[in-house]
Structure formats: C-alpha cells, structure tokens
C-alpha cells in the first residue's frame, strides 16, 4: 500500500472478546455476590476486565503514537465519546426522574393530594408532605443532608477541578508539557480530595443523620444519584491520572491528544451532573 | 486506501473456524454473526411460543404448570425483543450501511466485535435462569414491581445483569452505527442522499443510546430495592411502583420504534426497486421519521392509562400517541404512492414489503384505538392488546427482517434464493400470521385477559385457530431457515445488480460482496442515483 490510509481498519483483535468474556465473568460473579454466593467470581471478572481495558487501550495508544490515526479515525473518536456521555446523562436521568417524581407526585400523594384523600386517612394518616422525608409512610425516620457544609465544599472542589483540567489543556495546546503535568495533577488532586469529602459525608450520614439507603425514598434517590455519581469520578480520576502519565511519556502534541480531551469531556460532564446533584439533591 | 495489520495466524480446523468468528473485525462477518444469533434466538423464542400455544389450545391446564408458563411468556417476549428483532436489525445495519453509504467498514470495528459477543453471553445468562432454583423470570417481558422485586424469583438478579449486558452491547452497537454514518459517508454524500434504510437506523440508533441507559437505569433501582433495602417502587418509604412503570416505559415505548424504524427503511428500499419508480416523498419521510422518533419520548402514559394517572396527563398522553399516526400515515401514504401506477413485480422481498404495509397498517390502526383512553379501559390487559403489538412487530418488525433478506441475500451470498420457495414461504407466512394473531381481536374485545394460562369456555374457538395458526407459522419459519441454507449453499448465480431497477451503491459492488469493499471511496452520486431525490414530489 503505497498511499497513506484513508482509515484504518484494524485486522483482528483478541481484545472484545476477552472483553465480552470478562463481562460475563464479572456480571455473573456479582448476581451470585448478591445473592450470598462467594464472591471470588466477580473479583476474577473484575480483574480481566481491567486486564482487557489495559491491553485494549495499549493497542490503540501504540496505534495513536504510530500515526495510524487519520484525521477521519480522529472524528470518529471525537464522535463516539461525544454520544456516549449522551448515554452517561440518560443514565444519570433515569433517576433524576425517580427523583422528581417521588418529589412532585408520590410523596405528595401518599399525603393526600390530588385524589387520594381516602388512602392517605385510612392507611397512613400520620405521615406528612416533606422533602427532605424525615418519615415515611413506614415510619422510619432520617436526618437530612444539609447542603452548605461538605456538599458546598465539594462544589466549590468540583468547580475548580473544572477549571484546572482546562488550564492543562491549554498548556497542551501551547505544548508546555510541564505546565500542562501540573495543572493535571492538582486536577487528579482535586478529584481525589472530592472522594475523600465524600467518604466523610457518607460517614456523617451513615452514624450522626441516620442516613441510609433504607431510610426510605429520600435515602434512595440520595445515595443512588450521589453514588453513582460519585462511581463516575473515580473513573474520571483515574482517566485523568492515566493521561497524566501520558503527558510523561510523551504522548501528546499540541495538535494530536484525543485521549486527553475525551477526558477532559467526560471531567466536565461529571461536574455538570454534580452542579444538578447538589441544586435538586442536596439545596432544595 | 484502507490499512490492514496483515498478520493473519495460521491456523487450521477448528480452531481456525473459532478464531476467525470471535477475532474479526469485519462488518460483513459481524453482521451474519449477528443475524444467525438472531435467527438462533428467534427459534428460540417460537419455541416459547409454540409451548404457550399448545397450552392454550384448548381450555383448562394440560401441559404446563402455571407457573413455567409465566415463565415462557416472560422468555418468549424477552428473547424475542432484545434477543430476535434488535439484534436481526442490527445485523442488517452491520451489513449494509457501510455498503450503501461507500464507507470501508463500520467506524470503530472492535467495538463492533465487542457489542456483538456481549450478547451470546447475556442470553446464556438469561436462559440459564430456567434452571436454577425457583425458575427463570415470571414476571412477564415488562418486569413491573413488585411483582420483579419483591415477589420476583432468585434468578431475577441474573436477568438484571443480563439486561445490563444487552444494554451495553445496544449502546456501543448504536454509537459504532451512528459515527460510522455521521463520519463515513463516501465524500458528497449529503445527509439528504442517504437511502432511507440508513436514515431510519441513524434515528434508531439515536432512540438506542438514549433509551437503553434508562431501562439501566431502572433495572439497577430493582436491584437496589431487592437487595440493597431502597425504596424506589415501594410506598411503604415514599416511593411508588409506577415510579417503575414511567421509567420503564420512558424507556420502553422508544424500544417500540427502535423496533420498527429499521423495518420502515427496508420497506423504502424494497417498494421503489419493484415499483421501477423514485420513492415517493423522499424528504417527507425523513422527517416522518424524524417526527416519530420526538414523539415516542412523550407517548409512555399510553401504557399507563388504567393505573390511576390525573385526567389531564392522561389526555396529554392521548393527544400525543394519536399524533403519531399523521407521520406514520406520511409513511404509508408515500409506499402507496410510491407503487401507484408503477410497473409492478412481485418478487419475494417485494410481497413481504407490501404485506408489511398492509399488515403493519393493521397493528396501527388497533394502536390508534388502544390510544383512545376510555376505549382502553376496556381493551387493557387483553388480548386485544397481544393483536396489536403482534401485528405491529410480526408483520412489521419480522416480516421487514425477512423482506431485508430476500433482497439482499443474493448479494451477500452471491446466489439467487429460489423464487418459487420464496412465495410458498410468503404465502403461507402470511396466511398463518392472520390466522394467529387476528382471532385475538376478538377474544381480546370479548374480555380474555392476556398473560394466563387458562382461559373461560367462550373464547375456546378463538384459542384454537390462533394455536392452529402459530403451529403453522412456526413451520413456515423452519421451511425459511431451509431456503436461507439452500441459497447459502447454492443456486442461480447473482448478477452485481441482482434486481433490474435497485438503486444505490451495494449495487455497484460484485456478488457475492468481497470481504473488504469501498476501501477507496467510491464517486457519489453514480449513474442512476445521480437526481436520486431531486423531484421527491
């Protein structure tokens, strides 16, 4: 082949497979995990997936450091990434929804709005329309998280990690790759000061607030969105650590490092996700 | 040009025949890979069907215990949602839409591998739940809590995690779709040039990524109210099991359309090459396409109607479902147009496109009734709602399937399937779908509840012609699979073109089509396709 590849399409990959492979591993193990099971299956699952993740990403990376990667190949990626943090945010919508509607429509109708007087009198007549739900239906009881101490603290971490990854970018782009290193790993800093803040919370809530995922509708939507959440910095950090290293070894130009800008994407979209969290989980 | 690490091992036999499938990154590869599991599933789930059926063949218990056939319903819709239809369309887009767009593959070709193995693994997951203890999933295909929460069977959790994986496998398939044809197209391909088939996927592959990460969403809310003490669908903590409902359905009536759309674009294939005429209304139908896409985000109340909603949201569910009828109508009206006064043949594909027409028209016509909310709350859980989805998704969704088959095997086998064959399929197809599913009109307005094993004395007659019918259309399947074998394994050799008047570029290449097509990009727009839609009136 005498001119240069319009787009390159790789021959064969051991890769997907060990990767669907794992995936099954893994998502067995843990059904079994759940029900009781010994977990040594999903921890084996768990392992060949980050193996698979290892060797998949070292492939592409030698193809990105090789120059196999057209522009075309480069748009292709940009797309991708971009459709699947669209994926990310119906995700996280899916219990934003549980959220609103437990909020808008079931808390109150276990009160006794709309038409459901009867319901409310004979089966619940105690339980009272509050959000935080300090009591269910069921009467169990909870504190609630208060929004200006730790979540306004992880805000303001959140925020400036935002800021400091595009800082790095910036310096990418002007190839000051010291620079860029620095701005990084405060941004790694950052993200992992939020995990840590959010650990404390979690204590917090767990031992002082009564706080848990059985206290009810406020508990789920709370520990589900803020978990999940929270699942998605630590990949993030740990993204944003991988490309530190790859600042390093020299990955990037100022023209070609896709790697670090689909990170950076998904950096921005988990504070996005955080700046809803802490208005609708945590502020009103 | 295209690259290609050209180390390919040696190997030899087996292990040669195991490499080469679960290595490839080819889309022609991937794509029968695709249609043989969904062709694997499909039987499968008819083997669910034909136990349901012959339970049903007459009143009273005869077969199974109640409980195993709330588990054969539950599979045979599973199986034949995420198992049979989704993955079949998937396959026809691996197929075909680098071929009709002149792209050299899909976009990203391992992850292509990827969302393919994912889904043998999930439906062994699946499947293997019926031999665990306590039985697979009886909670029907939509899964409502609490009958999937609190009272669901213990391998329940396996489903969840199987769902998890197709949910993957959906979302990474629909990416690769989505940049293979926003990035790929053949240089001057305007969006507006595509064929219709890559059209409806574009929009189908849109509804995938939005709508599969909330059925995520929602399953992993079941598996944190079973094991992990929330209370998302219980009202005993503030919750409430429609929460289950509207998310499901957020996701489920989208899933409806990722069920269809794929079908609308072969039919817009197929009806234009025997018609010998321009399709009609080229834009029209893009933008119905477009338009019932939008809608099936805000139309879920429609499944909900007799759960207890307000009156006004209610109504707006209403409204919204029977607007969908004016761009599904755009739809029919241009096939029917499209045919008029054109000089007609009818060859295998093109009798499966006009059946789907007609019958499709059917299941959309009982929908509109289905929409209407005091109508529903009579026709609600009955059979009359199995007619419906069945004529929308047997007729619709299946019949496009094998219309897309027949049409394009030649090309991708290089041989013609018999023609005679093909019409004793379709005939006989066609006649055992009516004699299934239409009877359920009728017992379904004449109050037989769905989803139970038994069934009052009055609706016997009903019941037996549609198990008669099913045992039929089960057959005619079989004797489908042998056609497709046949043709693989030989016959009249294909010409490039393989139908006189077929329009677009997977015409341009040999059959059968080589591995590697389109690695230079071809001229856009070729002879012929040139003013493909330049008078679309």
């Not at chain 2, 929908?367 to 709350?377: E, R, S």
Request: glycine fraction near 8%; charged fraction near 10%.
């Amino acid at each position: 082949m005498s001119e240069a590849p319009r787009y390159y399409v790789p021959h064969t990959s051991k890769w997907p497979i060990i990767g669907s492979s794992s995936l099954f591993v893994a998502a067995f193990g843990t059904a079994s995990f759940i029900q009781g099971d010994n977990d040594w299956v999903f921890y084996t699952g768990l392992g060949l997936l980050v193996f698979m993740m290892f060797g998949w990403f070292r492939d592409v990376v030698a193809e990105s450091v090789n120059g196999m990667m057209s522009g075309l190949m480069d748009v292709s990626y940009r797309q991708s990434m971009a459709w699947f943090i669209v994926s990310e945010v119906f995700f996280f919508g899916a219990f934003f929804g549980a959220l609103f509607y437990a909020r808008v429509v079931s808390v109150p109708w276990l009160a006794g709005s709309s038409n459901n007087l009867l319901t409310h009198t004979i089966l619940h007549p105690n339980f009272a329309d509050t959000w935080p739900l300090f009591m269910t239906p069921g009467g169990t009881e909870t504190e609630a998280m208060g929004a200006w101490g730790l979540p306004f603290i992880n805000t303001l971490i959140l925020v400036t990690s935002s800021v400091t990854v595009t800082f790095a970018h910036w310096a990418l782009k002007k190839s000051e790759r010291i620079v860029a290193g620095a701005w990084l790993a405060l941004t790694v800093g950052l993200g992992t000061a939020f995990l840590i803040l959010q650990v404390v919370e979690y204590m917090h809530a767990f031992s002082e607030l009564g706080l848990s995922l059985g206290s009810g509708i406020y508990g789920s939507t709370f520990f589900l969105l803020t978990g999940f959440h929270g699942f998605h910095v630590t990949m993030g950090t740990i993204m944003l650590a991988v490309m530190l290293l790859r600042i390093f070894s020299g990955h990037f130009t100022k023209d070609h490092h896709f790697a670090f800008e689909a990170t950076s994407w998904y950096w921005h979209f988990v504070d996005v996700v955080w700046l809803f969290l802490f208005t609708f989980v945590y502020w009103f | 040009m295209v690259a290609h690490a050209e180390h390919i091992p040696h190997r030899s036999g087996l292990a040669a025949f195991i490499a080469r499938w679960t290595l490839t990154t080819n889309h022609k590869e991937i794509g029968s890979l695709y249609l043989w599991f969904a062709f694997t599933m499909f039987f499968v789930g008819g083997a669910f069907a034909m136990g349901i059926r012959l339970e049903l063949f007459m009143p009273g218990i005869q077969l199974v215990d109640p409980s195993f056939y709330n588990q054969l319903v539950t599979m045979h819709g599973l199986i034949m949602v995420f198992g049979a239809v989704m993955p079949a369309f998937v396959g026809l887009a691996n197929w075909q839409i680098p071929l009709m767009i002149g792209a050299p593959d899909m976009a990203l070709p391992r992850l292509n591998n990827f969302s393919f193995w994912i889904l043998p693994f999930a439906f062994t997951m699946l499947l293997s739940s019926f031999f665990m203890e306590g039985g697979a999933p009886n909670f029907g295909w939509t899964f409502y809590a609490p009958l999937s929460t609190t009272y669901g069977p213990d391998s329940t959790d396996f489903f969840i995690f199987g769902v998890h994986m197709m949910g993957i496998s959906s979302v990474l398939g629909s990416i690769n779709v989505m940049v293979t044809i926003f990035n790929l197209r053949t240089p001057g391909m305007k969006l507006m040039e595509m064929p219709l088939f890559v059209w409806t996927w574009l929009i189908t592959a849109f509804l995938l990524i939005t709508a599969m990460p909330v059925l995520a969403g929602v399953v992993t809310m079941m598996l944190t109210d079973r094991h992990f003490g929330t209370s998302f669908f219980s009202a005993d903590g503030g919750g409430d099991p429609l929460i289950f409902q509207h998310v499901f359905w957020f996701f489920g009536h989208p899933e409806v359309y990722i069920m269809i759309l794929p079908g609308f674009g072969i039919a817009s294939q197929i009806i234009p090459t025997f018609a010998r005429k321009r399709l009609f209304g080229y834009n029209s139908m893009v933008y119905a396409t477009v338009s019932i896409a939008f809608l099936s985000y805000i139309v879920w109340g429609h499944h909900m109607f007799a759960v207890g909603m307000p009156l006004w949201v209610e109504m707006t569910f209403m409204i919204c479902t029977m607007l969908i009828a004016v761009p599904t109508g755009v739809k029919v009206f241009n096939w029917t147009a499209t045919m008029w006064r054109g000089a007609m043949t009818f060859e295998t594909p093109m009798l499966f496109a006009i059946a789907f027409v007609i019958l499709f028209t059917i299941g959309g016509f009982s929908g509109l009734m289905l929409a209407i909310v005091p109508a529903d709350f009579q026709y609600h859980d009955t059979y009359f709602v199995v007619a419906h989805f069945h004529y929308v998704l047997y007729p619709g969704a299946i019949f496009g399937t094998m219309a897309a088959v027949y049409y394009w095997l030649p090309k991708w086998s290089g041989h013609m399937y018999d023609e005679r064959l093909g019409k004793i399929h379709f005939w006989t197809a066609v006649i055992a779908v009516n004699l299934t599913f239409f009877p359920m009109h009728f017992s379904g307005l004449a109050g037989m509840p769905r989803r139970i094993v038994d069934y009052s004395l009055q609706f016997a007659d009903f019941n037996m012609v549609s198990s008669i019918g099913a045992g039929l259309l089960g057959l005619t399947q079989l004797f489908f699979l042998y056609i497709v074998i046949k043709t693989i394994r030989g016959g009249e050799p294909a010409t490039d073109k393989v139908w006189e008047s077929a329009e677009g570029l997977e015409w341009t290449i040999p059959s059968p089509a080589p591995l590697h097509t389109f690695e230079t990009p071809p001229a856009w727009p070729i002879a012929n396709v040139g003013e493909h839609q330049e008078d679309s009136v």
